[in-house]
């Protein structure tokens, strides 16, 4: 096994604004985000949304155009700080079941800052098929190539057996969004157990990519 490396650099933290979502913007955001988790996206409406946020309706429109522009700036929003929390783990070096602890913990803080806009776009995925094209282009795929190369890395430094790295990243990632539906619905033992939970889900894992024979679709023998 090589020896470990201990450097381990800071991630960053999320911020509440950004140069490309300044003050006033942010704050229309972040309303938007509250109001549309509560009622829904056709139920909040841009009047609504411009009093949460307590500015004009008029003043709502000087940075977005409808009520769709608003959704898909949250969308813009969340992949920017997912992606910026992505490529801090890329410079990690830990060793594979460490780093995937340290992942499932880092994107629980994330879904937590971030819980009002996630849950707005979940919320109207489905139903709308810009945002959901978005959401695959914008997020899930840089996801999956982000895994992809953090597999890559770890299979370089002997962590982990010779996978096809394309079809691991997609049950990572299944395991990831299927522990954030959990924790986005409430789940008492998910959010009670997490720490619990994250370790056992490492250990499940890693087990089996680092010691099964995984030549045969997953099987020994």
């Known amino acids: 096994m090589p020896e470990k490396v201990n450097n381990k650099p800071a991630l960053p933290q999320t911020t509440a604004s950004t140069p490309a979502f300044p003050d006033r913007k942010m704050q229309i955001l972040q309303a938007a985000a509250r109001m549309i988790a509560e009622k829904g996206y056709h139920g909040a409406t841009t009047k609504e949304i411009a009093e949460a946020a307590q500015v004009s309706e008029g003043s709502l429109y000087n940075y977005f155009e409808n009520k769709e522009d608003l959704i898909l700036n949250i969308l813009a929003l969340v992949t920017e700080n997912e992606i910026r929390l992505s490529q801090a783990e890329l410079a990690l070096n830990d060793e594979s079941r460490e780093f995937f602890t340290d992942y499932l913990n880092n994107h629980k803080i994330f879904w937590d800052e971030y819980a009002e806009m996630l849950q707005a776009i979940m919320s109207e995925i489905l139903s709308n098929s810009q945002l959901r094209k978005r959401y695959q282009q914008d997020l899930i795929t840089p996801s999956l190539t982000g895994l992809e190369t953090l597999l890559s890395q770890q ?67």
Do not use: C, P
């Open 155 to 221: 299979q370089q430094r002997g962590y982990i057996q010779d996978i096809d790295v394309t079809l691991i990243s997609r049950l990572l990632l299944a395991v990831l969004l299927g522990l954030y539906q959990l924790h986005a619905i409430g789940d008492e033992q998910t959010n009670k157990e997490w720490d619990r939970l994250a370790q056992l889900t490492t250990g499940v894992l890693f087990q089996g990519l680092t010691h099964l024979d995984i030549s045969n679709d997953g099987f020994d023998g």
